[in-house]
């Protein structure tokens, strides 16, 4: 079973950066692990995913250059670096772990799921 918690939510001005962390428990190294975000009203939706070595990741063409998924295996967590942060980006954001090793962009195919945590990005 696999748990996951996110962290490093929070309220920040347009342009700033943020960096959420995803602690682990149980083992991940060997699987595919993502980001998703809901904003109010809206459906959630695929921000980032990575491979279960860190050697692939994939983004949203929302958050292309702005946003960097990373993971450290020997510590069970996985990073999101949001830089130039815009009104936009508003949400929770969610990290989830997938059954697959490659990388996963569909929310369905992930079994576990944190929480949430909240960033709002004020203009």
């Known amino acids: 079973q696999v748990q996951l918690l996110e962290s490093g939510g929070g309220l920040v001005q347009a342009g700033d950066s943020l960096t959420l962390s995803c602690a682990a428990s149980?083992?991940?190294?060997?699987?595919?692990m993502g980001w998703f975000r809901q904003a109010p009203g809206k459906d959630r939706e695929f921000v980032a995913s990575?491979?279960?070595?860190?050697?692939?990741?994939r983004y949203a063409d929302a958050v292309k250059g702005r946003l960097t998924i990373s993971r450290d295996n020997a510590k069970n967590t996985m990073y999101l670096q949001m830089n130039s942060l815009k009104s936009e980006d508003t949400a929770v954001y969610y990290c989830?772990?997938?059954?697959?090793?490659?990388?996963?962009?569909?929310?369905?195919?992930?079994?576990?799921w944190g929480q949430g945590t909240q960033v709002t990005v004020s203009s």
């Open positions: 989830a772990a997938s059954h697959f090793s490659e990388i996963v962009t569909t929310g369905s195919l992930y079994p576990w």
């Open positions: 149980g083992r991940t190294s060997a699987n595919a």
């Open positions: 990575i491979n279960w070595s860190g050697s692939s990741t």
